[in-house]
């Protein structure tokens, strides 16, 4: 019975996550500001002018995503890629022997076996850094696996196996994490490759996501947190008895 509640549990964030970006979660409160939410276009403009702005990156336009085959979206809402609303730092191995395990230098990020829950933990540290994820960046697995994903607490090194996801336009980091949670078996079936999968940067810059207004998107997280706290307080529960029934 205990873990079938598990599987339950497992079930009940992934049927959250697909409702969140369907729009039920918000569908209410859509309802009571209707006519005050800007639509999620104003946000791509912003993002635009924003880039016109930074001449660091050279961003170039992408093609209108062609919509025939995918969800009709709320209002307010629209297809887009992740290229349009996120900078995509693809990761770079340093020389090794700017590794080391005492906590020199910068968090250096691997791979999927450093992630948490929401946040990685450092195994190794790094005093020449080739690529750079901030604090708040998603850090997304693009190889051996493809699509976990977890929030960077503080400036990092990324190595090969990750790509970090920086949100522009004010965009919520959660935001992003929940919704690269929600499709990750998708992003995974991207991947591609004999010996392991592995996903490419335009393939994940040219990733296909509903984008929702950005005071929509706070109260997405907000919803999402909600629930999760509730399932996250059962499964302490669960745990703790699974344990005495073993014992």
């Given at each position: ?18 409702h969140a970006f ?78 080391n395990e005492n ?81 990750e078996n998708v ?61």
């Amino acid at each position: 019975s205990l873990k079938n509640v598990e599987t339950q549990l497992r079930r009940y964030r992934q049927a959250v996550l697909k409702h969140a970006f369907e729009g039920k979660l918000t569908e209410e409160w859509r309802g009571a500001y209707k006519g005050e939410i800007e639509h999620a276009s104003t946000l791509l403009e912003h993002i635009k002018e924003e880039r016109k702005k930074n001449t660091k990156e050279k961003y170039k336009q992408q093609p209108s995503v062609d919509t025939s085959n995918l969800p009709e979206l709320p209002e307010g809402w629209l297809w887009t890629r992740l290229y349009d609303v996120a900078e995509i730092i693809l990761g770079q191995s340093p020389p090794s022997s700017t590794y080391n395990e005492n906590g020199n230098g910068v968090p250096f990020y691997q791979g999927k076996l450093e992630f948490g829950k929401i946040y990685p933990t450092p195994r190794k540290w790094c005093t020449a850094p080739k690529k750079i994820a901030e604090k708040g960046d998603v850090l997304i697995s693009v190889r051996a696996p493809v699509g976990p994903t977890n929030i960077c607490r503080e400036k990092s090194c990324i190595g090969r196996g990750l790509a970090a996801i920086r949100g522009l336009g004010g965009i919520e980091p959660l935001f992003i994490l929940y919704l690269m949670h929600a499709f990750e078996n998708v992003i995974s079936g991207k991947g591609t490759g004999t010996t392991f999968k592995a996903i490419t940067g335009n393939q994940l810059k040219g990733f296909e996501i509903p984008l929702a207004p950005l005071s929509e998107q706070y109260k997405i997280v907000e919803e999402i947190e909600q629930r999760f706290s509730l399932a996250d307080e059962t499964e302490k529960v669960v745990e703790q008895s699974l344990k005495q029934a073993k014992r």
